[in-house]
């Protein structure tokens, strides 16, 4: 009898360090964050101590152009950080998927990038950007091209390159361990067939590989939203809302403006955001799964 | 396997010359830049060619050194004491992270229990979280909620004494930092240690209960040693995001709790930039996660695409 009670609460005993952690520092904070958005509320007060007021926050947030101009600079980013880390990373998985010497070593190499901080990476690339001392300008003087202010009028296709530089090597990582996995005989069969290597590519490989790259690229949209650091560090959101994104503005109405509640009401408007794109990419995800599966199933049946 | 045109195609090895030095390159940059004096650094003439020097480390160590460099006359940088705070909070919270995260990814992976799926599903969902977004919230409670004493006798007595408002918060403290990191990290080892834990044969675990070993016992003597590649890519991913965070740590930190991403990026927002003391500074923190690649990139791999490819 007692063993049986015992067995029964064995996965909450298990679980109970986790919930109790997440529970206090995560579910419990996000909570108090969904009702601090309602009231007018600065650093210095306990949430009971600040005024209510309703969805005075929100609406303001609504009418506010700069909170606009931060959340398309946010989705901008987003955008082109994704696609074009997919199209390069994805196209580098099919080119150096065969077997060379040293493809452990060139691995890596590959992921240094993104095991180092995001303030070292800004402040390296804050170097290299600099519009007199920095490497790119002094390349540009050195073959007789005139200099351009990278962190000025480019800033935010600046930032992006260097998002590109940290991240486009997670993309490679996955899609090549993606088509290292794939049923040989499919890739087999076609050979056989006489596709050419670009008709293995765009009917075989791409297509079941689909659902690896959508989770992929779930990832990294969602780090994408993360990405804080290595802005501040680069440009400090400027010159003027340029290259402020959304985490950026968050921070800065919280600790230099001290508006916890307008900071509050932002953060939820940019969960919502989150909440949408990752319920849409898992059914697109669960849509292609399916394709995938018919595919192979197919495919085996042929060969 | 191999294709015929993977054998000697000069065109491809170029390529891939081209990628390592595009991913190693300003890593090697910042490596030579912090051993150059600021004047060669902005004159740029020297390029390849200039005498290394140790100053900016000696500079950004100044407080560690055992020696006093003629070069400096004031030691404004505290690097070795944010250094050390680093390295508290990352190990412990690596460690708790992962004691904890195991045992939860255990028993979702082994028992069904009531309310299993929704940790499960919450766990998921909490990884899309930004630490943007945690921002506000722990900034309002680790200062304000989490307190001992704000209106007791014991703040009676800190305020008569010290002033100010006579509690002891979670803001400030080693562990306020640690907790968050916990908890923000917990989501991801979770999902990762999962996908091992389904790999380990459940016959082993019965034939250890038939000998008459309890759940516990079960789970860390035959299930850990059998997960330590998991275990290891789980510990590189938590490390790396605890060593490296900034945004947290800066709103949650004071004086003496600080972190070194936060040293960097004051620094750097000062007005007059001294490129070589920065970057060496940059250097001394990104020199750990190098090392840690360079010894353990198999379980960095295995750990990225454990998330990802197995679904």
Redesign the interface.
């Known amino acids: 009898m007692r063993t049986a009670m015992a067995?029964r609460l064995?996965?909450?005993m298990?679980?109970a360090?986790?919930?109790i952690?997440?529970a206090?520092?995560?579910?419990?904070?996000?909570g108090?964050?969904v009702w601090?958005s309602f009231r007018d509320?600065n650093?210095?007060?306990?949430?009971g101590e600040a005024e209510f007021v309703g969805l005075k926050n929100y609406i303001f947030l609504w009418n506010d152009p700069n909170f606009h101009e931060s959340l398309g600079v946010t989705l901008r980013f987003a955008f082109f950080v994704v696609t074009i880390e997919m199209i390069i990373g994805v196209g580098?998985a099919l080119?150096?998927d065969?077997?060379?010497r040293g493809i452990?070593v060139?691995?890596?190499?590959?992921?240094?990038?993104m095991?180092?901080?995001?303030?070292?990476v800004g402040?390296?690339?804050?170097?290299?950007y600099h519009p007199?001392?920095g490497?790119f300008n002094?390349f540009l003087d050195s073959i007789g091209l005139p200099r351009v202010d990278w962190l000025g009028d480019y800033a935010l296709t600046s930032v992006i390159i260097a998002d590109i530089?940290q991240w486009t090597?997670?993309i490679f990582?996955?899609s090549l361990?993606?088509l290292q996995?794939l049923p040989r005989s499919a890739l087999e069969a076609a050979r056989i067939d006489g596709a050419t290597g670009w008709q293995q590519i765009i009917h075989i490989k791409l297509p079941l590989m689909m659902?690896?790259l959508i989770?992929?690229a779930l990832?990294r949209l969602?780090d994408a939203?993360?990405v804080?650091?290595v802005i501040?560090?680069m440009t400090?959101g400027g010159p003027g809302l340029s290259t402020e994104i959304?985490?950026?503005r968050?921070?800065r109405t919280?600790?230099e403006f001290r508006e916890?509640g307008v900071?509050?009401a932002m953060?939820n408007y940019?969960?919502i955001l989150?909440?949408l794109l990752?319920v849409g990419m898992f059914a697109f995800n669960r849509w292609q799964e399916a394709r995938a599966a018919r595919l192979n199933a197919l495919v085996e049946e042929e060969s | 396997?191999?294709?015929p045109n993977?054998r000697a195609n000069p065109a491809?090895y170029a390529?891939?010359a081209l990628?390592?030095f595009?991913?190693?390159g300003?890593?090697i940059?910042?490596f030579m830049?912090s051993f150059k004096l600021d004047v060669d650094?902005?004159s740029?003439t020297s390029g390849l060619i200039f005498l290394p020097t140790i100053q900016n480390y000696e500079k950004a160590l100044c407080d560690v050194l055992w020696y006093e460099p003629d070069h400096i006359d004031f030691c404004s940088l505290k690097f070795g004491n944010a250094f050390i705070n680093s390295l508290i909070i990352a190990l412990i919270s690596t460690a708790l992270t992962l004691?904890?995260?195991c045992?939860?990814a255990?028993?979702?992976v082994?028992?069904?229990?009531m309310g299993?799926d929704t940790?499960s599903l919450?766990?998921l969902?909490?990884?899309?979280?930004?630490?943007?977004?945690?921002?506000?919230?722990?900034?309002?409670?680790w200062?304000?909620?989490f307190c001992l004493d704000r209106d007791g006798i014991v703040g009676g007595a800190i305020r008569d004494a010290f002033g100010g408002r006579g509690d002891v918060c979670l803001a400030g403290t080693h562990s306020g930092i640690i907790?968050?990191y916990?908890?923000?990290n917990?989501?991801f080892v979770?999902w990762i240690l999962q996908s091992f834990i389904v790999q380990v044969p459940r016959s082993l675990e019965e034939a250890a209960r038939v000998d008459g070993a309890g759940?516990f016992q079960v789970?860390f003597k035959v299930v850990l040693p059998l997960i330590k590649p998991g275990l290891a890519a789980a510990a590189i991913f938590t490390f790396?995001i605890a060593?490296?965070e900034?945004?947290l740590a800066s709103?949650l930190s004071d004086r003496d709790t600080r972190t070194v991403?936060i040293l960097?990026?004051n620094n750097?927002?000062e007005f007059n930039v001294e490129?070589g003391v920065?970057?060496a500074t940059?250097m001394l923190?990104?020199i750990p996660?190098?090392i840690?690649?360079?010894l353990a990139?198999?379980q960095?791999?295995t750990g990225?695409?454990a998330?990802?490819?197995k679904?």
């Not at chain 1, 402040?123 to 290299?128: A, F, S």
């Not at chain 2, 082994?110 to 229990?113: K, L, P, V």
């Open positions: 067995n064995t996965p909450y298990f679980m360090p986790a919930a952690i997440m206090i520092a995560l579910m419990y904070p996000l108090y964050m601090g509320w650093p210095s007060q306990t949430i580098l080119l150096l065969r077997e060379i452990s060139l691995r890596t190499m590959f992921i240094l990038p095991m180092i901080a995001p303030v070292v402040l390296m690339w804050r170097y290299m007199t001392v490497t002094r530089w090597p997670f990582i996955l361990a993606a996995s659902p690896v989770v992929t990832l969602i939203f993360k804080l650091e501040l560090v400090e959304l985490a950026l968050i921070s919280a600790t916890l900071a509050a953060s940019l969960l989150l909440l990752t | 396997m191999s294709t993977s491809f390529v891939i990628l390592v595009m991913s190693v300003p890593v940059l910042m830049n650094i902005i740029g004691v904890i995260g045992m939860a255990y028993a979702l082994r028992f069904r229990f299993r940790v919450s766990t969902m909490v990884r899309m979280v930004p630490p943007a977004v945690l921002l506000v919230p722990v900034f309002g409670l200062n304000n909620e907790l968050i916990v908890a923000m917990l989501p979770i759940p789970f790396r060593w490296n900034y945004l709103a991403p960097i990026v750097m927002s490129w920065i970057m940059g923190l990104a996660p190098i840690f690649t360079l990139s198999r960095i791999i990225m695409t998330g990802a490819v679904g």
